[in-house]
């Protein structure tokens, strides 16, 4: 049974720094594709970033250069180092792991096979809680 558990969510003021980790059990990081979501209640969920097999990463605009994902194949862990938090950065985060049979893995995204259409992750924590504050 695959699980994934985040951890070191909390409250910090904007300009600061968190890391947040996963840890991932019945499952293999140092072979899949993995990635990290927020959300925030009302609104639609967001990659923050996004890991390939080979070490590529994606981030989007609103987080590059801040955020960094990393992994610990050792510890079979994720990492998200958040530094220079700006209040719009308030959200459930979560990690999410390995694309769906059928998909494939670029970039950080899965895609379907046959149609090359995105798709989601298969396995997803229950989300630790970032509070930036001003």
């Known amino acids: 049974q695959v699980q994934l558990v985040e951890s070191g969510g909390g409250s910090v003021q904007a300009g600061g720094s968190l890391r947040l980790s996963c840890t991932g059990s019945?499952?293999?990081?140092?072979?899949?594709?993995m990635g990290w979501y927020r959300q925030v209640p009302g609104k639609e969920r967001e990659r923050v970033a996004a890991l390939d097999y080979d070490g590529t990463t994606t981030y989007p605009d609103s987080v590059k250069g801040r955020f960094t994902i990393s992994k610990d194949n050792s510890k079979n862990m994720l990492y998200l180092q958040m530094n220079n938090l700006k209040l719009e950065d308030t959200a459930m985060y979560y990690c999410?792991?390995?694309?769906?049979?059928?998909?494939?893995?670029?970039?950080?995204?899965?895609?379907?096979?046959?149609?090359?259409?995105?798709?989601?992750?298969?396995?997803r924590g229950p989300g630790t809680q970032v509070n930036v504050s001003s």
């Open positions: 999410a792991a390995d694309c769906p049979r059928g998909t494939y893995c670029s970039g950080g995204y899965c895609y379907v096979r046959t149609s090359m259409a995105a798709a989601d992750f298969s396995y």
């Open positions: 019945g499952l293999i990081v140092s072979n899949i594709c």
